[in-house]
């Protein structure tokens, strides 16, 4: 089943204003891995199609690492009300969907990875990631996971 994609105004948001495309995804997973910079997470032989270092973007404050980790709502919009990190995420996106649009799973296999890291890997990194599988998760044909490495734990609230 086709889909119809807008050239983006940001990331993943359609722009109404653009002619549509027509475009078949394939079926494919991506596993999206968190870590921290020193985490060698385990691959197992699946291709890597992104591996994005937001060890060098602006940090949450003390006072948030402390309360919150990337699974907070709160922290996630602290780091995206900042502009680095909604051109990182856009230019990730683009990253991703030239590798699904190139992607042959009957040649290459169903599986995908994508590569997160921050320094501890548990505030920008995890943020970072859950933004790209919430977009990337309403395309077609394009599941998502994630995995937290050290693993982490829901919000508090919830």
């Known amino acids: 089943m086709p889909i119809t994609i807008y050239a983006p105004l940001s990331y993943g948001l359609p722009n109404p204003l653009a002619p549509p495309l ?23 032989g699946i291709p890597c199609i992104l591996r994005l270092n937001c060890i060098d973007m602006k940090p949450p404050t003390r006072e948030m690492c402390n309360r919150y980790n990337g699974l907070d709502r709160e922290l996630s919009a602290w780091l995206f009300r900042h502009r680095e990190y909604h051109e990182t ?13 190139g992607w042959r799973p009957e040649r290459h296999g169903p599986r995908l990875v994508a590569i997160v890291r921050c320094r501890a890997g548990v505030h920008r990194s995890v943020a970072m990631a859950e933004e790209l599988a919430r977009v ?12 937290y490495v050290p693993p982490i734990s829901p919000p508090s609230g919830a």
Do not use: Y
């Open 22 to 44: 027509q475009r078949r995804r394939p079926n494919v997973t991506i596993d999206f891995i968190t870590c921290g910079h020193l985490d060698q997470p385990d691959t197992r």
């Open 89 to 101: 995420c856009e230019r990730a996106l683009d990253k991703i969907e030239s590798a699904v649009d």
């Open 136 to 147: 990337v998760s309403r395309w077609d044909g394009v599941d998502v996971t994630i995995k």
